[in-house]
């Protein structure tokens, strides 16, 4: 199987953009989606031989997840089960034979790092108790925009970025303690050098020259790590300030 995760930074946007095109190259068995901003009912999309599921924000225009699958879930369901996280629509699981596939959009410490407390305190800790307790049933995929780079690698320029949102020590640790709960970090599993990045700023010439940052990754259970057979990170796809990702399970 193979699946394919995108922030989209608005999902009319994106359509607008390519969107479609790109599926129908593509091909992939599963989408997952970030910050479609969007309502069900605000978007016209179709999708031979795919079908589509939400998780919308209360707030309109704001966030929310969607996961578009060729095979039909055994179930799907929004949210992390904790009303102060589930308003933003940032989480949706589908759960297919083997594993649960789990699309998130991690929240943003802000500019000022005025969310950053919730971030590390709040939803970095309910997350993955979320996916370790679905972990005790069936191995667990999950992918997104994580809203953090974990080493001075996945960024182009560390060093100005320190302590910024996005690269403070406290993102950073809450992401070694997904690897810590045994979840493999796929991209790495195959590259380990620098310069492989999934978000760049909108300022001139800054994606062209490469001046990003990887916010976007795919991880799975340990136990799956013997399925792995590809990671990759589309950076030639464009519709949004993120590029798609990719994994290949056998």
């Not at 933003?88 to 594993?99: K, P």
């Amino acid at each position: 199987m193979r699946l394919v995760s995108w922030n989209v930074n608005g999902l009319r946007a994106c359509i607008s953009k390519g969107f479609v095109d790109f599926v129908g190259r593509d091909q992939a068995d599963v989408y997952c989606l970030q910050e479609v901003r969007a309502l069900p009912e605000q978007v016209e999309l179709t999708l031979p031989g795919y079908t589509m599921y939400w998780n919308p924000a209360l707030k309109r225009g704001y966030s929310g997840t969607a996961i578009i699958s060729r095979q039909t879930p055994l179930h799907v369901f929004p949210g992390l089960g904790l009303a102060e996280h589930d308003t933003e629509g940032r989480v949706l699981t589908a759960e297919f034979m083997d594993y649960f596939v789990v699309t998130v959009y991690t929240p943003n410490a802000q500019r000022e790092l005025t969310r950053l407390d919730y971030r590390q305190n709040q939803w970095d800790r309910d997350f993955l108790k979320f996916v370790r307790k679905l972990e005790k049933k069936k191995p667990v995929v999950f992918c997104g925009d994580l809203n953090v780079s974990h080493r001075e690698i996945d960024l182009a320029n560390p060093r100005s970025n320190r302590g910024n949102a996005g690269f403070t020590d406290e993102e950073r640790l809450g992401f070694d303690n997904l690897l810590k709960a045994g979840f493999v970090d796929t991209f790495r599993e195959f590259e380990s050098g620098g310069g492989h990045y999934t978000w760049w700023s909108n300022r001139k010439g800054v994606r062209e020259r490469n001046i990003g940052w990887r916010l976007d990754y795919f991880l799975i259970s340990g136990a799956l790590r013997p399925r792995l057979v590809s990671a990759g990170i589309l950076a030639e796809v464009l519709g949004s300030d993120h590029c798609p990702i990719s994994v290949e399970l056998d």
